[in-house]
């Protein structure tokens, strides 16, 4: 059985997605061989194996490890005990900032997305709509209440600031005019005030 972790602790499926980001980033997904991730990793294409059921898995794990976290802190900020536009704020900056710390993982998905297996596209587009969804559900909590406009369709509200998100690495780099938190708040406020009655 292929070791869990190498001298200093990291665990093999983590030193498998880190070098598989890297060079996914790097030279592209389907320029990317599984000898080279292995290599890149150090280890075996059995552990590779044993963790990952093929370079189509790792890619989908590069993503999904990203949207589990922020479906995480969704979840966290939908049931805070908020005020509904503070939590809509707080949850549209922290999927800006989440997807800038995780850039590289975000580019390669959207680059790569179409790359995966009908099985997997399927499971990734499930994860995402469940992520929308939660949003949306805040979004329509507010229109409710009447602390939101209601004629713009909560749908259309979701795709905008996710669609604005989608295109960050296209343009955003860490030692440009605007960090990561300034970029978040000045597209959550874009949201709030589209969004305010």
């Not at 980001?21 to 890149?40: C, K, N, P």
């Not at 900020?77 to 503070?86: N, Q, S």
């Amino acid at each position: 059985m292929p070791r869990t972790t190498d001298g200093d602790g990291t665990p093999v499926p983590q030193r498998l997605l880190a070098a598989a980001t890297r060079l996914f980033a790097e030279q592209g997904y389907d320029r990317t061989s599984v000898q080279e991730i292995v290599e890149a990793a150090g280890v075996t294409k059995g552990a590779l194996y044993h963790y990952f059921g093929s370079k189509d898995d790792l890619l989908h794990e590069v993503y999904a490890r990203v949207l589990r976290l922020q479906q995480e802190r969704l979840d966290a900020f939908a049931d805070a005990d908020e005020p509904v536009e503070k939590r809509v704020r707080d949850a549209a900056a922290d999927v800006v900032v989440t997807t800038i710390e995780n850039l590289d993982d975000a580019s390669i998905f959207f680059r790569s997305m179409h790359q995966l297996s009908p099985e997997k596209n399927k499971q990734v587009r499930a994860e995402r709509r469940r992520y929308h969804e939660r949003f949306r559900a805040l979004i329509e909590e507010g229109q409710r209440t009447g602390v939101f406009a209601k004629e713009i369709p909560a749908d259309l509200v979701v795709d905008y600031h996710f669609g604005s998100i989608h295109h960050l690495s296209t343009w955003y780099r860490p030692d440009g005019p605007l960090s990561r938190q300034e970029v978040a708040d000045h597209l959550a406020g874009l949201l709030l005030r589209a969004l305010r009655p």
